[in-house]
């Protein structure tokens, strides 16, 4: 009888959905965080290794796809809701991989694509938020950002570059913005692609290895690696003061390229489907409409 | 002997490449157009039937995707070149299937996708190509506008939207646009769908068939459809006018999806061939760079 009650567990733990990734990977925001405690090689959750990775972020694919396609044909009914996804990490963490490979997935013409770079003279003469104001999703479309508002808590903290009070006023700043987004629609997926140390020398070394991706490569990159320590108390610090109900982060574990992927298209998966989008009703007469079309000469 | 000779010149014809597609699909601009010769079904070079449709464009996929990293690498070393590909045609002609099955194979970091609707009141207190510059490509990255500002030429004409005179003067503004547009870097690359009356019909109907495109579909195609005659001569009269050597005018047969698909990565994989874009040399040294990083605690 026992080994029958041990087999019925098992069974109901099978069958049981696995814990959201949204809840594992969450950063609660209650407290100080502490990055050396996250494994930038676990996996938490999901496939095992890469061949099973590769197929099963295959499959979310498609319905990634049909999710977009609803999120954007509600907008053209008048729905306001959409998606913005703001990737931050380390050097070679993988933030132009993951718009390459799970970006790629869904249809271009509703994802609003932005990288962040050294602010320009014109954006540096307005206030941190304005840049990023001007690169938001519209209602029915995914964006993402490449880089962020959040690089300016952290190269900016790190190298010194406003002063300390000003930069102790941006997390709130920061907060309200995001508040605001969450208030008019905007779903904000904020991840951090959390490398490992020794995981950044091997991506930088294979850069230079090969000729075709020198221009990746800046020997600034080298200079803000030797950063490391300030860059992770930054990031620690990011991570615990703007993780809100309205505006979460999520810690992914990225040393490998075939779980990032699955584990930020399972998580744009989880939010979309929390928003169900749907198809909007035809706000027209579709028999009468057949009628016509049947009749024109 | 005949046998022979016709047998060499079989070969060399083999061999030989097939004339290119831009030079096939090209309006000439040296004197009117008439639509109704060129047929929408037509399949006037490469793959004949379906299923070498799709596999010859997916093979096309990767090498868009390599030249389109290489034009956006050139751009992290100053390179200026861009591309802008201008969708146009009728209601259901394919514009956002070729964004969706096209551009999807690109990565979409360097990609900016713009589609045009009717002006807002902010555009139209605008000259008609103010809307046009905002959404340009920068260097390095390739735009697609799904309609463009050939609509202040088309459904302007049609539904007598501007004065004759000032539409009059349009064709040589846009001229002058797009001639300002290629002196600066940019491979302007405009294609019109061409779609037969009865499958226009055929692919509403199928639109109305399906609650989940109901979206898609607006009684005032119909009302745009009874004016197909006036449509026509409108294209004909921008084909006509504004296909330049600075930015041709294509003309693709767009009946079969998956050859409208083929035609259009062909004709851009000849035109960012051309550009040759390659990938930007060191510009710092790389082996310092290499020891510095190993060198690293």
Redesign the interface.
Known sequence: MATKAAKQEKKKRRDQPPPALRELLRIPGDGPVDLSSYDTRAIPSGPEDKAAGLAATARLAERLAGLQDRLY?AS??GGTRRLLLVLQGMDTSGK?GT??HV??H????G?R?R?FKTPTAEERSHPFLWRVRRALPEPGEIG?F?RSHYEDVLITRVRELVPRRDLGRRYGQINLFEQSLADTGTTVVKVFLHIGYEEQ?AR??AR?DN??K??????AD?AD??LWPAYREAYELALERCSTDAAPWYVVPADRKWYRNWVISTLLLEHLEALDPA????G?D?EG??D???R?P
């Open positions: 044909a053209t009914a132009g718009v390459k970006i790629g869904f249809n271009p013409a994802c694509v990288a993402i490449d020398r930088l070394l230079l000729p075709d020198h221009w990746k490569f800046s020997p080298i690696r030797a198809y909007p009703k035809a027209f579709v409409a057949r016509k079309l049947l024109m």
